[in-house]
């Protein structure tokens, strides 16, 4: 069993940054792909970015030029910055992490952007 636990989110104005954090129980490297998704009232999950075990990234049209998905290997720990924050990127973030055939999923984050 993997857990993750989620923190860094909370109440911004337009344009500010914020970055969220996910920690990791296990060794990052034994994850095939880690991701942070995000949903807001009323609306699907979204995949906002990933990273493969090679640290191949990939995002969303809505994410890209914005937010970047990294991470530290010592602390395993991925993060999620985002920068030039938008109301409607107001969602609770989930960290996704996937090893073989099964899904982990953290308890979420509240992120609220404000005008």
């Known amino acids: 069993q993997v857990q993750l636990v989620e923190s860094g989110g909370g109440l911004v104005q337009a344009g500010d940054s914020l970055r969220l954090s996910c920690a990791v129980s296990?060794?990052?490297?034994?994850?095939?792909?880690m991701d942070w998704h995000r949903q807001a009232p009323g609306k699907e999950r979204e995949l906002l970015a990933s990273?493969?075990?090679?640290?191949?990234?990939t995002y969303a049209d809505s994410a890209k030029g914005r937010f970047t998905i990294s991470r530290d290997n010592a602390k395993n720990t991925v993060y999620l910055q985002m920068n030039s924050l938008k109301p409607e990127d107001t969602a609770v973030y989930y960290c996704?992490?996937?090893?073989?055939?099964?899904?982990?999923w953290g308890q979420g984050t509240q992120v609220t952007v404000s005008s």
């Open positions: 996704h992490a996937r090893r073989r055939f099964y899904d982990f």
């Open positions: 296990t060794s990052i490297f034994s994850l095939d792909v």
């Open positions: 990273m493969t075990n090679a640290e191949i990234t």
